[in-house]
């Protein structure tokens, strides 16, 4: 009877399944759709500059971004390699390897609204089966999301970024967040599936929430879209949720973050006003923000005796309606930490240690100091004799005053998984405006930010602090230290002297 049922398997139902599998033999599947509900026309473009705008009547963008899940190499303040458990960029790429040029990567090649991994610009070619975007991001088609299979695992594999690829959007923004699992090619015994969670980020499907035996896990050789909303500004992170423990240890977390609406504002637009009534956008176009803000969690600040306007092409952290968040460059500051010999007993095929996992490494953005003020692109050579980009992202903090720069947002998170740390300045007073994404204010609306020399963060905390160089006493040339005063954590393991620091340049 087995036998018979076999049969009629082989013969019926399991050809009919090898005949579909053979007409889409693979499972790797980027989402990226041209138009959506909440944005039916998707973008425009502006007739005046030939540029894409967002559609006037449709705030907000839809904006894709493509990574993958794998493994890799890190390289560390002392030259050490080590093994990383890990996301990578398959989209974004041109940009990622490109960059340089003396800035941050927020504030250089990745400058603008998006990242150059998010990409929110219009597909100018035909639809494709899959709904890919491809053409048009900002660094040009070498940006585009990678959505071929084989591509996708050339690239991918090996491609672990320390920390993981970050994200920045909007308030208003869709984000379509693809992860494709290319497998980790160090460990083929394992079989180790990967989601991704958005930690502390208002999220209202546990679908997409990344917690593997709540909701849904991706397996090697699978692709799934995470979908979000951007409805609340602020400094959030996001990690794999497969034994976390392990894999963010392993390198599997990054930041990411959303920007106000009030950027949006144009200039003259009273911002304590736009926060009761409705907002005038730079395309002319008036909002109600707290009709379409399902939280609209910042308090209202008193009435000031004369209004706070909107400077042209001011950015600011929060919807503040007083200005108090205004800045003029922004740095995300990642404070992390790597155990050498749980990450060597990670790609030895040993039992990890888990009670005994100790950071001997300590990072910012991946680094260690010295390595956390070069500017380049930091690539690591793997066991293929390949050399791929592995920490991307600087720690520089540059402050342009000569060319009018004053106030810098340093976007502090603490992805560690084991420690925690102290950052400190000496000269520069941090001023910490936000605590775990939400504004320090009151509900009678009075600013809480206080003026400190340390901030201490644990796992899974951030802080927005804003440094402000406008006092006459600081000038170019100036060079100051944000660094931890855990003072075992200014070590790159055996290395006397690196760990979690970075400089502060005046220029
Ligand atoms: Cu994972």
């Not at 007409?23 to 502006?46: E, G, M, W, Y």
């Not at 559609?55 to 794998?70: E, L, N, R, T």
């Not at 035996?213 to 409805?231: E, K, L, Q, R």
Request: with cysteine.
């Amino acid at each position: 009877m087995a036998r018979n049922q076999l049969l009629r398997c082989v013969t019926v139902a399991c050809l009919g399944l090898l005949g579909a599998l053979s007409v889409n033999a693979q499972s790797f599947r980027v989402q990226c759709p041209q138009t959506t509900k909440l944005h039916p026309t998707r973008q425009v473009i502006d007739p005046a500059t030939g540029l894409p705008a967002p559609d006037p009547a449709h705030p907000g963008f839809i904006k894709c971004q493509h990574v993958s899940g794998g493994d890799g190499f890190a390289t560390m303040g002392d030259g050490q390699q080590i093994y990383l458990f890990g996301f990578g960029a398959l989209s974004g790429r041109a940009s990622l390897e490109n960059q340089g040029g003396g800035d941050n990567v927020v504030n250089g090649p990745y400058a603008g609204t998006e990242l150059a991994s998010v990409f929110d610009q219009p597909y100018a070619g035909p639809i494709t089966a899959d709904g890919a975007a491809s053409a048009n991001p900002p660094g040009g088609s070498a940006d585009a999301a990678i959505r071929d299979p084989a591509t996708m695992m050339n690239i991918g594999v090996m491609a672990a970024n320390a920390p993981a690829p970050l994200i920045a959007i909007d308030e208003d923004d869709e984000l379509f967040l693809t992860l494709s699992n290319v497998g980790m090619i160090m460990r083929p015994d394992l079989f180790e599936q990967h989601t991704i969670h958005f930690h502390g980020y208002p999220n209202a499907s546990s679908y997409f929430d990344g917690v593997p035996d709540a909701s849904v896990a991706i397996a090697i050789a699978g692709s799934f879209t995470y979908y979000y909303t951007a409805p609340d500004a602020g400094t959030y992170f996001w990690h794999c949720h497969i034994t976390p423990p392990e894999h963010l240890q392993m390198g599997m977390v990054g930041q990411l973050f959303v920007r106000p609406r009030q950027d949006r504002l144009a200039p003259g637009v009273d911002l304590r006003a736009a926060l009761v009534n409705t907002y005038t956008d730079a395309n002319g176009h008036n909002y109600d923000p707290c009709m379409r803000d399902i939280l609209c969690s910042s308090p209202l600040p008193p009435q000031p005796a004369s209004a706070v306007t909107q400077a042209a092409g001011a950015k600011y952290a929060y919807d503040d309606g007083d200005g108090s968040t205004e800045y003029d460059v922004e740095y995300p500051i990642q404070m992390m930490g790597f155990d050498p010999s749980f990450h060597f007993i990670g790609m030895t095929f040993n039992p990890e240690p888990f009670a005994d996992m100790k950071d001997k490494y300590f990072l910012l953005n991946g680094r260690g100091y010295p390595d956390t003020v070069n500017q380049s692109v930091i690539s690591t050579e793997a066991v293929d004799g390949i050399s791929r980009p592995s920490q991307p992202l600087p720690a520089l903090i540059t402050i342009d005053k000569t060319n009018g720069q004053k106030r810098a947002l340093l976007r502090v998170s603490d992805l560690s998984v084991t420690e925690y740390s102290t950052l400190a300045t000496v000269g520069v007073p941090m001023t910490v405006i936000a605590d775990n994404a939400r504004m320090l204010r009151d509900e009678a609306g009075n600013n809480m930010y206080y003026d400190t020399n340390s901030i201490t963060l644990g796992g899974g905390e951030s802080m927005d602090v804003i440094l402000d160089v406008s006092d006459a006493r600081y000038q170019p040339g100036q060079t100051f230290f944000l660094y931890t005063t855990n003072l075992d954590h200014l070590s790159n393991d055996a290395e006397n002297f690196g760990g979690m620091m970075t400089e502060i340049r005046i220029l």
